[in-house]
């Protein structure tokens, strides 16, 4: 199993940014997606979780509105559109997959909202 993000970097308060995650190694269309993020100094959080099909999102309260997660289930890709950053935004995004019994993590990509 393996997941490489990609698409992170600095980026100025009220920008944007899109956030790639590659997959291979097991069957893509049969797992959750999800992102998390972790800023220096607190614990990992979700930030967003598509269902295997993509049929289903769910948003942390903090990113709603402004964060769009999506799948290409044929491409084995999923992204984060990430609009409208804030500095408190700043932290290194990972990239999850989970299933039942089965979870794996990509090597996360950083992400820094600053003037």
């Known amino acids: 199993v393996q997941l490489v993000e990609s698409g992170g970097g600095l980026v100025q308060p009220g920008g944007s940014l899109r956030l790639s995650c590659a997959a291979s190694?097991?069957?893509?269309?049969?797992?959750?997606m999800s992102w998390y993020r972790q800023a220096p100094g607190k614990e990992r959080e979700l930030v967003a979780y598509i269902s295997s099909t993509g049929g289903s999102t769910n948003y942390a309260d903090s990113v709603k509105g402004r964060f769009a997660i999506s799948r290409d289930n044929a491409k084995n890709m999923v992204y984060l559109q990430m609009n409208s950053l804030k500095p408190e935004d700043t932290a290194v995004y990972y990239c999850?997959?989970?299933?039942?019994?089965?979870?794996?993590w990509g090597q996360g990509t950083q992400v820094t909202v600053s003037s």
């Open positions: 190694g097991f069957t893509f269309s049969r797992y959750r």
């Open positions: 999850n997959a989970w299933r039942t019994g089965v979870q794996s």
